[in-house]
């Protein structure tokens, strides 16, 4: 898979997985954007869950194979750039407070209030800095590598 597809994926799955995201809140509805014909979905907490729950399954699968495909090719770690290695760290912490609020959800498993607000504290923290950095990237033309 050459570059443009692989930032093109990439940017596909970022947009969806945040606009799924932001849907489950209910702002969608609030401020009457899922009026908007076509739009309605997003007012659909379950449809929008759900979708947000696959997203995050293809962007780990996706993660993986652009780390295998990475090692394979011998670059490594070290041939991130600053805003790579920034932009890596910060879906990885999306990934574990993903995983965390996932936990939450199962059944019999029981997290206090003040948990579950610095789960979601956390998990849309990382996501703005990860949208303010993937933002600087593209402004400033910055690649994932050296």
Known sequence: MNGRIKKTVYGFILFFITLTGFAQMPIFKRYYIADIPGLGWLAQFYVTHAIHYILASVLLGFGLYVAADVQLNGKGIGSLSLTGRLRTGLILGLMVSGGFMVVRNLA?????????????LFHVGFC?????????ALVTRKNWTV
């Open 108 to 120: 019999g498993v029981y997290f206090s209030h003040t948990s579950i607000h610095l789960m979601n």
């Open 128 to 136: 703005m800095a990860l949208l303010g950095v993937t933002l600087f």
